[in-house]
Nanobody, 116 residues
């Protein structure tokens, strides 16, 4: 089974930076995409950013130009560099992997809190 382990969450001040990482392991044959979703209290889980095996990247409008998604050469780790953080970025961030069958796998989530 595919396992996703996030790291890098925590508490940061407004305007600060944080880097999230997600390592995938287990029965991974072919990755279609990896990315990050987030969910704030009272809000729906929504895409933050993802990156396809082709290298194509997508960003939510709210984080475009502040966040950068990347992956390593092994194509099993995805990173999210978050800069100029705002209170609105406070949420639980979930790593997501989609395989070639379009099956979704999720990490347990990591809390990101941006304080004023």
């Amino acid at each position: 089974q595919v396992q996703l382990v996030e790291s890098g969450g925590g508490l940061v001040q407004t305007g600060g930076s944080l880097r999230l990482s997600c390592a995938a392991s287990g029965s991974i044959s072919s990755i279609y995409s990896m990315g990050w979703f987030r969910q704030a209290p009272g809000k729906q889980r929504a895409l933050v950013a993802d990156i396809c095996s082709s290298g194509s990247r997508n960003y939510a409008d709210s984080v475009k130009c502040r966040f950068t998604i990347s992956r390593d050469d092994a194509n099993n780790t995805v990173n999210l560099q978050m800069n100029s953080l705002k209170s609105e970025d406070t949420a639980v961030y979930y790593c997501n992997l989609v395989d070639r069958r379009r099956w979704n796998y999720w990490g347990q989530g990591t809390q990101v809190t941006v304080s004023s």
